[in-house]
């Protein structure tokens, strides 16, 4: 799922902003909390953080660092008696105007008996990440601008869907689907 905030700082500040992933569990609701010990922003930066309804902290690490232009958080495999589970946070920076565009997305990566559970996450992030947004926007002080969120439809008979880009292609193995959800794993 993604959605797309428009931000009226320059894209240094955001990116610095989202770069210290301290910042997510002020406004992500996939993130709980971030030990505070300072991390040396940058790509394998890894941080102790924990996720919504879990007791123990699991490892995030920038998997993705393009300065002033994207960052990308993989969380740790969390497993479940149905099944493990990956979230990734991903930020786009656009400069745009007075300001910077942000495009927001968030993949869960689900195997097992949780991939019957993928509608149910995907229908979970298209409520809550333009809250999240929202309040990205707050913090940052900028207008609350957001997109709707995009992602497919996901029919009742389960999870499938439509990038233009992608469909009638079946996912490669390893890689997200439509969606943002990777079947394969």
């Not at 009742?156 to 794993?185: E, I, K, L, M, V």
Request: aromatic share 8%; charged share 20%.
């Amino acid at each position: 799922m993604s959605t797309s905030v428009f931000v009226s700082r320059p894209d240094t500040e955001v990116f610095d902003f989202l770069a210290d992933a301290r910042n997510l569990a002020l406004w992500s609701s996939g993130v709980t909390s971030v030990d505070a010990a300072a991390v040396l922003p940058g790509r394998d930066a890894a941080y102790r953080y924990r996720y919504p309804g879990r007791r123990r902290p699991h490892e995030l690490v920038t998997a993705d660092f393009e300065p002033c232009r994207r960052i990308v958080f993989r969380g740790q495999r969390m497993w479940s008696p149905l099944g493990t589970q990956v979230p990734v946070y991903g930020f786009d920076l656009i400069p745009h105007g007075d300001g910077t565009m942000v495009r927001l997305s968030v993949t869960s990566c689900l195997s097992a008996a949780l991939l019957l559970l993928a509608p149910v996450v995907a229908m979970a992030w298209r409520r809550d990440l333009p809250t999240d947004a929202g309040k990205f926007c707050d913090l940052l002080g900028g207008p609350v601008a957001a997109a709707p969120p995009q992602g497919p439809p996901v029919p009742a008979s389960g999870p499938s869907g439509g990038d233009p880009g992608t469909q009638g292609a079946p996912p490669r193995r390893g890689s997200p689907a439509p969606g943002g959800f990777d079947y394969a794993h």
